[in-house]
C-alpha cells in the first residue's frame, strides 16, 4: 500500500521560508515522478512543481525562483523548499507520485502567509 505523508507547513510571515517535506512507503521515488500540488482556500486544486525521472524539474510560472522541488533518494522523500512567500501562497499543499503522472497523493499540509 502507498502511503504520501507530508509534514513541514505551518504559519509563516510575508517574506518568510519553508520547507515541506514528503516522505514515502510503498513506492520508491527514484526513478517515478513526483510533484507537489496546492489548493488554496476556495480555489480548486494547482500545480505547483514537479519534477519527472530523471530530474526534469518544472515549476509554475507563479512560484517560479521562489520554490524549489527536490528528492533524496536514500531517504525516499521529496521537498518544497519555499522562499519569498507570500499571502497568496497560502494553501493545502500535497505531494503526488506515480510513474510517469500523479497516482498517488498524500493528506496535505496547511501553509498559511499571514503577518
Known amino acids: 500500500q502507498v502511503q504520501l505523508v507530508e509534514s513541514g507547513g505551518g504559519l509563516v510571515q510575508p517574506g518568510g521560508s519553508l520547507t515541506l517535506s514528503c516522505a514515502a512507503s510503498?513506492?520508491?521515488?527514484?526513478?517515478?515522478?513526483v510533484g507537489w500540488y496546492r489548493r488554496p482556500p476556495g480555489k480548486p486544486r494547482e500545480w505547483v512543481a514537479t519534477?519527472?525521472?530523471?530530474?526534469?524539474?518544472r515549476y509554475a510560472d507563479f512560484v517560479k525562483g521562489r520554490f524549489t522541488i527536490s528528492r533524496d533518494n536514500a531517504n525516499n522523500t521529496v521537498y518544497l523548499q519555499m522562499n519569498s512567500l507570500k499571502p497568496e501562497d497560502t494553501a493545502v499543499y500535497y505531494c503526488?507520485?506515480?510513474?510517469?503522472?500523479?497516482?498517488?497523493w498524500g493528506q496535505g499540509t496547511q501553509v498559511t502567509v499571514s503577518s
Open positions: 503526488s507520485a506515480g510513474a510517469i503522472a500523479p497516482e498517488y
Open positions: 519534477d519527472a525521472r530523471g530530474g526534469d524539474t
Open positions: 510503498g513506492i520508491i521515488f527514484n526513478g517515478n515522478f
